[in-house]
């Protein structure tokens, strides 16, 4: 069956403009996951939507950041005015429920490079 | 809040050796240790996990233990293959205690089997 799909594959921004990045979990999932990955670094939470429940943003890094789940299914990631800092890759993952040892599926992300 | 710490950052072996990646977390409420795999250009994916009230499980080649006094987990590769070339990610969270499965990764091994 079809995955988790994310688009833009690569993006590339001017530093101070603003962007969307786009999830599109696995059908019937419930819990989407944003996750960033810096180069050399580890994955880094950002943000969690189970169901109709409020977001869980801890893990947002600024108020530049922000995203939404629309109709329980897709996903947008927004970064306003960029900066060189935000490069990475995006990486979303959806389960089927936000808990216990539900297998979390990784999209294949999203690179942003800001210049 | 959780902090994974991950060693080796690379690790070369010969075809048919083991490997092992060793992982330490700080958050003794984690009881939750997926281990992901991560090729080039593409999102993790699970290769196996472990809860808190397990100390080892093993999938074919795959195995992984889970030491809760010390706080570490460990992966042990057998027989490695050079398809098991990749970047592997222990991870932890509190995902069977509710509140959503997000993820605390630690920074990747760099695996590479030699002919």
């Known amino acids: 069956g079809a995955g988790v799909s994310q688009s833009p594959s690569n993006k590339v921004t001017e530093k101070g403009k603003d962007v969307e990045l786009r999830c599109d979990p696995i059908?019937?999932?419930?819990?989407l996951y944003w996750y960033r990955q810096s180069l050399g670094q580890g994955l880094e939470f950002l943000i969690y939507?189970?169901?109709?429940?409020?977001?869980?943003k801890s893990g947002l890094p600024s108020d530049r950041f922000s995203a939404e789940r629309t109709g329980g299914s897709v996903s947008t990631l927004t970064i306003q005015r960029t900066q060189q800092e935000d490069s990475a890759v995006y990486l979303c993952?959806?389960?089927?429920?936000?808990?216990?040892?539900?297998?979390?599926?990784f999209g294949p992300g999203t690179r942003l490079t800001v210049t | 809040g959780e902090n994974v710490e991950q060693h080796p950052s690379t690790l070369s072996v010969q075809e048919g050796d083991s490997a092992v990646i060793k992982c330490t977390y700080s958050d003794s409420a984690s009881n939750y240790f997926p281990w992901y795999k991560q090729e080039l250009g593409k999102g993790p994916q699970l290769i196996i996990d472990i809860r808190s009230n397990v100390g080892e499980k093993k999938d074919q080649r795959i195995a992984v233990t889970l030491n809760k006094t010390a706080k570490h987990f460990s992966l042990h590769i057998t027989e490695t293959q050079p398809e098991d070339s990749a970047v592997y990610f222990c991870a932890a969270s509190k995902g069977l205690t509710g509140g959503g499965n997000k993820l605390t990764f630690g920074t990747g091994t760099q695996l590479k089997v030699e002919l």
């Open positions: 059908s019937g999932h419930t819990a």
């Open positions: 993952a959806s389960s089927l429920t936000g808990t216990g040892m539900s297998e979390q599926y």
């Open positions: 939507f189970q169901g109709n429940s409020a977001p869980d």
